[in-house]
């Protein structure tokens, strides 16, 4: 299936280890990075991606679940069923995105990765991982770096997503916009975790072109209402396939609240 497609591309590079993917994705230029090939294979198909190289990740080695201590490190080609054990609010996150054959090929880099969509939010880990401040390990010009999540996502199409890390929370929660029509998509969702010192983040994707800190929920935090309504300064929604701006405007501050509720719960 991929390979076919794939012929879009005047070099496709199948890398046998992270060093070898590193040094054949260069600066990026021209490079299209393949996970699992679930967003970037039909964009190829349908002529909306044209690279000149294709880089596929499959015998990289990037992949796999490491803990050390209370430090969480996920390779970026890690299947996204990987995840779904995990505890709030990436295992709920990861186990809403579509249905376990897509999440089965689908990788951790790929949706962190992956650019806005033409008819449906994408990259529905980015809320999970930006509240529980991961960084993240890439390479590209000026070799690798490592970097808070929020710093690469404006500039996630130019570098080589390696790893993601965080620190396990004391606390973790995780809300949806659940419609019938959009169980392949997720159209909002909200993340909120607490660390061990106190610390609380929120997050969500589908609330602009990609995912987001809630840093005016965040200080309104001990009042969930206000801290919902409070959030809507901290986005811009679109419209799209799935759901209005106004509606999604509608919506956010409800998914506020019961994250803020489900993190109260677990004190």
Request: with cysteine; net charge negative; charged share 20%.
């Amino acid at each position: 299936m991929a390979t076919a497609s794939l012929s879009a591309a005047t070099d496709v590079v199948v890398p046998g280890s992270a060093d070898e993917a590193i040094a054949a994705f260069g600066d990026g230029d021209d490079v299209l990075v393949v996970g699992g090939g679930t967003i970037v294979v039909p964009e190829m198909t349908y002529g909306r991606l044209r690279p000149g190289k294709a880089l596929m990740l499959a015998r990289t080695g990037l992949d796999g679940i490491e803990r050390n201590g209370s430090r969480t490190t996920v390779g970026a080609a890690t299947p996204l069923e990987e995840l779904t054990g995990l505890p709030a609010p990436l295992g709920p996150c990861a186990a809403n995105v579509a249905d376990v054959e897509i999440r089965s090929q689908a990788t951790v880099g790929g949706n962190i990765c992956a650019g806005e969509g033409h008819e449906a939010p994408r990259g529905d880990l980015q809320g999970a991982f930006l509240a529980l401040g991961a960084t993240v390990r890439s390479a590209g010009e000026g070799g690798i770096v490592e970097e808070p999540l929020e710093e690469f996502l404006p500039k996630r199409r130019h570098r080589l997503l390696l790893s993601v890390s965080y620190d396990e929370p004391a606390a973790g929660a995780f809300a949806g916009l659940d419609r019938p029509h959009t169980h392949d998509y997720t159209a909002l969702a909200v993340s909120g975790a607490r660390a061990t010192d106190g610390t609380l983040r929120l997050a969500a994707t589908g609330a602009g072109w990609w995912g987001v800190r809630l840093p005016s929920a965040e200080a309104a935090a001990d009042d969930p209402v206000a801290a919902g309504e409070a959030a809507l300064s901290d986005v811009d929604p679109q419209d799209d396939a799935l759901a209005s701006a106004w509606y999604r405007a509608k919506v956010l501050p409800v998914l506020v609240r019961t994250v803020l509720d489900e993190l109260k719960g677990a004190a």
